[in-house]
Nanobody
Framework: QVQLVESGGGSVQAGGSLKLSCAAS????????MGWFRQAPGKEREFVTA????????YYADSVKGRFTISRDNAKHTMYLQMNSLKPEDTAVYYC??????????????????WGQGTQVTVSS
């Protein structure tokens, strides 16, 4: 069992930056692939980025490539999402999630077993 808690959301102007954190409970954090998803009002939850258990491989949605950076610190049981050059279309609730996979399947929403409660990110123009 893994429990996930996101933090770091907030409101920022376009072009600004935010850093999200996802704190995980459980001793097996390093065994899970981890990801960030987001859901805007009236839209489906979509993949943003993911990272393998070792941190050696990362995946990004085209819409955030070059602007967002995912990382993890297994010793601290924490995953991060550094978001730069934010745009109004990045406005959404951001969720972190944990998957029992450690390959390209962590880009797929239905691969994930555990989800956080979400944190709101609002980008104004």
């Amino acid at each position: 069992q893994v429990q996930l808690v996101e933090s770091g959301g907030g409101s920022v102007q376009a072009g600004g930056s935010l850093k999200l954190s996802c704190a995980a409970s459980g001793r097996t954090f390093s065994s899970y692939g981890m990801g960030w998803f987001r859901q805007a009002p009236g839209k489906e939850r979509e993949f943003v980025t993911a990272i393998t258990w070792s941190g050696g491989t990362t995946y990004y949605a085209d819409s955030v490539k070059g602007r967002f950076t995912i990382s993890r610190d297994n010793a601290k049981h924490t995953m991060y999402l550094q978001m730069n050059s934010l745009k109004p279309e990045d406005t959404a609730v951001y969720y972190c999630a944990a998957a029992r996979y450690d390959d390209v399947r962590i880009t797929r929403r239905n691969s994930y077993d555990y989800w956080g409660q979400g944190t709101q990110v609002t980008v104004s123009s």
